[in-house]
């Protein structure tokens, strides 16, 4: 710890080498999670651009007492990844469960899927249901806290939820099902 703040003191103080080894040590995590948000690499490229200028512009608020350095990091990435959604027109995107096509899938086969696999079926979620997905069971968002950053009501968020939950139950017995169809 002593070192990351070691690196923030220097990143407020306008630091280059010590702003791209605090990207260096995050941009995983940070970009893992842009991904989840955006629909393609593109996207994912441009939340996190947005996402670093909040970082760095904001480094000087960061307080240790309060949290970690990556749960506030992840913060603005999450904030990052709405504002860009919000400017994109993303808010038509609450969809029902009758508007989608769900493939029938006739068995679960258990199998390990590698995170590449997981993150592109989450990235193939409808948006508002892959927006509350994400702040939900990734980011650790309440569902108040959900629909005020969104404008939408928690019962919305919650029904998002759900839908969002058998939509990539779905999926993921679909894509489980071919992986085993092509094994044999």
Request: include cysteine; charged fraction near 25%; glycine fraction near 4%.
């Amino acid at each position: 710890m002593k070192q990351l703040n070691t690196i923030i003191k220097k990143c407020i103080e306008g630091d280059e080498t010590a702003q791209r080894e605090l990207y260096v040590m995050h941009r995983v995590k940070w970009y893992m999670q842009c991904l989840r948000y955006g629909k393609n690499n593109y996207e994912a490229d441009d939340i996190l651009q947005e996402g670093l200028i909040q970082i760095y512009k904001d480094l000087h608020q960061f307080d240790e007492k309060k949290s970690k350095f990556i749960t506030w990091s992840s913060r603005l990435i999450s904030h990052a990844a709405l504002k860009y959604l919000k400017k994109n027109s993303w808010q038509n995107t609450f969809l029902t469960i009758d508007e989608i096509q769900h493939p029938e899938t006739t068995e679960a086969v258990h199998h390990n899927l590698n995170a590449k696999e997981l993150t592109a079926l989450i990235q193939s979620l409808p948006m508002g249901y892959r927006l509350v997905f994400n702040m939900h069971e990734i980011e650790g968002y309440n569902h108040n806290e959900i629909a005020s950053a969104l404008n939408i009501t928690s019962g919305t968020s919650k029904s998002q939820l759900s839908k969002a939950r058998k939509m990539l139950q779905r999926k993921l017995e679909f894509q489980l099902t071919e992986y085993s169809r092509n094994e044999r």
